[in-house]
Structure formats: C-alpha cells, structure tokens
C-alpha cells in the first residue's frame, strides 16, 4: 500500500464521509495482516503514515457514525502483532475515546475484544469496567465479551477474579440484552475451564515435545497421530492457530517458498474426517488455510477447492460454515465458487443457507470480474425473501457492506 495512493483515498473519504473505498484498499491490500512482514513491505512493523492516518480516523465524526468502522478496527486486531509498544498505546487511548461513539455494533464488538484478549492488563480492566457504567444500554451490551476475554486470556488470577466481579455484578443490570450476553459469557468461561482440563489431559500425553518454541513437520506429525487417533483436536488446532499467527508466518509468508506438503496434506485430510467436520475445533484450521492461502502452490490451491467444497455442508457449528464460503470467495473467486454458493443458498437446510451470504458478498466487493460479482449481488438480493430469519438477517448484514 503505498503512501500517495492510501494518502489520497483516506482524504477523499474523509472529505466525502465516504469509507467505502477505504476500507475495500485496506481489506484489499492488507493482504490478512501480513503485508508488512514481507519483503519491500516496512520493517516488519505498520508504517507510521497507515497506522497514524488509520488511527485520525477514529476522531472523525463522521466515520464514527459510518457502518465501516468496524474495518479499521479489525485492521488492528489482524496487525496487533507487528505493532509497536508505543502504537499500541496510542491505539488504546484512541479506542477508549471512540468506544461511546460507534453506531456500529460490530466496532464495538471487537474493540471490547481488543481490550480483553490483546491489551488484556489491569488498564484494560479499567477500561472494560467503565464502558459497563455507560448509561445507554447498545454500549454495554458487547462489553461482557471483552470480560470473559480478559478471564480466559491473563495469567494473572487477581486480573481475571476483577473482571469476574465485574460480570458478577452485571447480572443484575437492567437491560435484558446486556444481562444476556453476560450469561453467554458465563457460559464461555465453563467451556474454556473444560477445555483447560482437555488440553491438560493432551499436553501429558503428547509430552514436552509440544511445549517447543518452534514446531517442526515432526512435532506436527505427532499431534496430527494424536488427534486423529483420540478424535481429539484440541491441540492441533492450538498449533495452527498459534504457530501460524506467530513467529512461524514471518518466515512462511514470503511468497517464495510453498507450504510444506506434510502439513498441507495433514491439515487436508482433517476436512474427510466425520469426527473433525463435528468438532468445535474445525473452524480454526479454515483459519489456518485462510491465513496461509499466500503460501499454497498452485497444485495446493487446486487440491483444497474439491475438499473443502464437498466438507462445508458437513461442518456442525456455523463458525466453520461460514468460514469455508468466505475462503472460496476469497481465495478462488471463479464461476466455479459461485454455481456452489448460489447453489447452497438454496440448501434446504437453513443452517447451510446462513453461511452462504459471508461468501457472496466476498464475490461481490473481491471480484475482478464484474460479472460473477452482479450475479453474486442478485443471489443475495433473492435471498432477502428466505423463509427463514436468521438467514435474512445474515442476507441483510452482507448487503449492508456491499
């Protein structure tokens, strides 16, 4: 992204309260939050005109109030790892000032796990805390999820017992949507305490060659006997998750050298499992693929499309449905993808049909080709008049960032 094109269009939009094409460059270029390690691409840092420029945007009335702020924030979140200490703190006084001002509940969302699972300190804390005082009740109802974040994400007992407090207490508050969410919190941190015991249980099997920096098609090949073997994939889905958001992408995403065809072939063959296409953990592999879609051979790429086609009906949680039809629009968006997700928005299923629009609308703001994206656009404004609620209101939020 260089400096005169973001330059230009940043104050085109600001001049316009336009953020359209803003935010389709940065969804564009920012290439899944690794543009800035590779080579030609910065220091392996946001160069300071994007992420100061980025940043201004949060003071802007106008862009507060637009549906795409949620863009920028996410923008930081998928770079958080290459910003600087003194970035990140200029970003957390530039979220806590914005926090009240988002008309957009998604922009609130994830700067509420912003808070809880990335700064995840006893400012954070604060933070959280004071966005639960807010008087209307749209700007609290998010905030419980950067809560159970901070819970499960510190290792600190005293910062984790504060933010339970905190949840405690916001069972008696007087919106209903609020004291909801803050169930649905409760109700995370008891998986994630389960879980905790499952991946304890793993940890001792597999041993301390798990606990190693960095893991190699070795490591791999074990966790990969393990998991399969015990239908267990928890700690598979830790390491693509983990490595590969890492320092392991660094070295990855040169665009040089393929993925290596034992993890390729490994994580493949998890899509034609029925107890991996069950499990709670499938979504975090097609994570994995979206991430490191750069580094995939031509032959690679080719050989995913019929695996992962043929296991999206079969995912059991949305999260993983949704995900496979935004990784075939995104990364193979032909008249191929488009027959299958039209296709599956006619799913008698509505579950499958909930998943779909996510991938349409990847077809129509990605898409070179202005055909396949006005066919995607006409599927999705047939799909407003679906039976079924859930999947209309999918259809909605789609349309509403076309």
Known sequence: MDESGFMHALQAAVATDDYKELVTRIDRESDHGYRFTLPGGGS???PEFIFSGLLGLMKQPGFLAAEETFHVVRFFEEHWLILTPEQR???RVALR???PKYHDSMARFMTSVLFGEYFGDDKALEDLMAFMELERPELRELVPTGLD??????????LAAGALARLEEARADPDPKVRNEVEESF?????????????AEQAAILGP????????????????????TRENYLVLGDWVTQEYQGACILQLSSRSAPMSELIFSGVLGLLKRPGFLDGRHSGRVLRFFGRTCSTLS????GRLRPVLREALPKFDNLVARTAAAKLLAERLPDEETLAELL????????????????????????????????RALDGLEEARMDPNADVRREVELALGRV
């Open 97 to 99: 000032e914005a926090y």
């Open 298 to 301: 031509s032959d690679q790429l």
């Open 89 to 91: 703190e200029r970003l």
């Open 343 to 374: 296709k599956l928005m006619k799913d008698e299923d509505p579950n499958i049909r909930e998943a779909i629009p996510e991938g349409l609308l990847r077809l129509v703001r990605q898409n070179e080709r202005p055909d396949i994206a006005t």
């Open 44 to 46: 392996g840092t946001v």
């Open 149 to 158: 974040h901070l819970v499960r994400q510190t290792a600190r007992p005293d």
């Open 187 to 199: 109700t995370r941190i008891q998986v994630w305490r389960e879980v905790g015991a499952e991946r």
């Open 209 to 228: 060659i798990t606990s190693e920096k960095t893991w190699d098609e070795t490591v791999f090949s074990r966790v990969l006997q393990v998991a399969t």
